[in-house]
């Protein structure tokens, strides 16, 4: 195996790595931001959301690959069968769980005042969130979301389990086909380093810099 | 008042009756799971290609070659049967542990990766006729035979008496052998770490127990580095077979068909010699 054609396989293996990390952080949010505001301002409803923390956050996200894949795709082989579909699946779950607490922080950290303001200015309840509430909340969470972030694109490696070709599943590939059972693990590591570093070093003082400018 | 009761209650007696004619008659049309004795067969044949799953890690049955495609021993033997067939096929690099999961949920035909006939696995899927059996083999560098002035063995628990530390696989039969030989071990994570090794300036083991294919595409690969390293006990294994879903009796049976020819013809022994497997 030419070194060429191993770093194809690595680039690739960089190529899904990122699709799985970018779209479970979006379902993360989609998931993450309704949940927040449903236990601060939705009483009623803290009890389920705060179950679904729980269990998201306490499984081991290897236990929950294992378990969404291998129980559900005999059940309901679409879409359970499809691997990257249930790793996105149980990463956007987990990553909705995190995420909650993150933005449930924020919406703390804006201050119940902002919501009253919006409110006497003859907003509703739910325009007073998403006008008022949400573009603060994501800058006072940006630290969060940066290492949340960085968590993913750790975390996606336990799709390897899967036979998704992501970073780790490439370097167990290289393995095999080099008889070489270490190297492949150290470019891993360099690239795993690589995708996480800059990324949430620059949200984090992005969001820092926007705070200072906004006078939060 | 007494009458419309009573026509009531006759009239709920008709229909529980017509009720149940009707469930025996009608319940066991609709309790025929299928028409076909082999919907994987229908699939495939509807669909005109063989969905197979391997995982291509495992030279020189299933492997890459330089366009990263998926290239073997099991690898010409799956085709040429599908040849046969006059079907195509379409070979996914998938994790070994998901492929008899997708079997036996239907989302693959068909698995191909190297898979020891036993019985846990024939709870929940089918096998083909075995093509091969695999050796069980004691390997050791060739320098370290000599200094032990040793022949091929009889026995585990000659590697005892020698007091040799073995490397093995965590969790294989290879483990459960050495255990009950009562041989010195060591144990790690899979058998490529082992025999890195045995092979390394430091070695803390003397010899590994593995099976064929790893032991020989190792001793090839070493060979090429100018690395002897020699068979010193070696024993039938286990069949080697593909993976079917358990309902795919038809699917067995053409596949069936088509390996004892080639068994027969001698076509596996070429394709054996060819790969070195």
Aim: net charge negative.
């Amino acid at each position: 195996m030419e070194i060429t054609q191993q770093l194809l396989i690595l680039i690739g293996g960089v190529t899904n790595t990122l699709a799985i990390s970018i779209i479970s952080f979006l379902v993360g949010i989609l998931v993450g931001l309704p949940l927040a505001f449903l236990r601060t301002y939705e009483k009623s409803l803290a009890f389920l959301v705060e179950l679904f923390e729980k269990i998201f956050r306490g499984i081991p996200e290897l236990v929950l690959m294992l378990m969404f894949y291998f129980g559900l795709s005999f059940f309901f082989p679409f879409p359970f069968g499809n691997a990257f579909f249930t790793a996105v699946f149980v990463l956007g779950l987990r990553s909705g769980a995190n995420q909650s607490q993150i933005f449930r922080g924020a919406i703390r950290g804006v201050g119940e005042e902002q919501m009253i303001a919006g409110r006497s200015v003859g907003l509703s309840k739910l325009q007073s969130i998403v006008r008022v509430m949400i573009p603060q909340v994501f800058i006072f969470s940006t630290p969060g979301l940066g290492s949340e972030y960085a968590l993913l694109i750790k975390d996606s490696a336990y799709a390897f389990i899967l036979g998704i070709p992501e970073i780790m599943r490439s370097a167990e590939l290289i393995r095999w086909n080099t008889y070489d059972l270490v190297t492949p693990y150290v470019a891993a590591a360099f690239l795993y380093i690589l995708l996480t570093f800059p990324i949430s070093t620059w949200l984090d003082t992005w969001g820092s810099r926007r705070k200072k400018k906004l006078g939060l | 008042m007494a009458l419309s009761k009573y026509v009531t209650g006759v009239g709920l007696v008709v229909m529980l009756l017509v009720g149940f004619g009707i469930g025996v008659i009608v319940g066991p049309m609709l309790m025929q799971p299928s028409t076909s004795a082999d919907p994987v067969w229908d699939d495939i044949v509807q669909r005109g290609v063989i969905r197979i799953g391997t995982d291509p890690t495992w030279p020189p049955y299933q492997y890459l070659d330089d366009q990263n495609k998926i290239i073997g021993f099991e690898v010409d033997i799956a085709d040429a049967i599908a040849a046969e067939l006059g079907l195509d096929v379409e070979w996914q690099s998938v994790g070994f542990d998901t492929i008899i999961t997708s079997v036996a949920a239907g989302t693959l035909d068909l698995g191909v990766s190297g898979f020891s006939v036993n019985a846990e696995r024939l709870e929940t899927v089918k096998f083909t006729m075995p093509h091969s059996i695999t050796r069980g083999q004691v390997i050791m560098l060739e320098s370290k035979r000599a200094e032990l002035g040793i022949g091929m063995l009889d026995s585990l628990a000659d590697l005892k008496d020698l007091e040799l530390t073995v490397g093995t696989q965590q969790g294989t039969t290879e483990q459960d052998e050495l255990l009950s030989a009562g041989v010195s071990r060591r144990d790690f994570s899979d058998f490529g770490a082992a025999i890195s090794d045995m092979v390394s300036s430091n070695p803390s083991i003397d010899c590994v127990y593995a099976e064929t294919p790893i032991t020989s595409s190792w001793i090839g690969q070493y060979a090429d580095q100018g690395i002897d390293i020699v068979v010193v006990f070696d024993i039938p294994y286990y069949p080697v077979a593909f993976v079917v879903n358990k309902d795919a009796h038809m699917f067995v049976a053409k596949m069936d068909g088509v390996l004892a020819d080639m068994i027969a013809s001698g076509q596996i022994d070429e394709l054996r010699a060819k790969w070195n497997a």
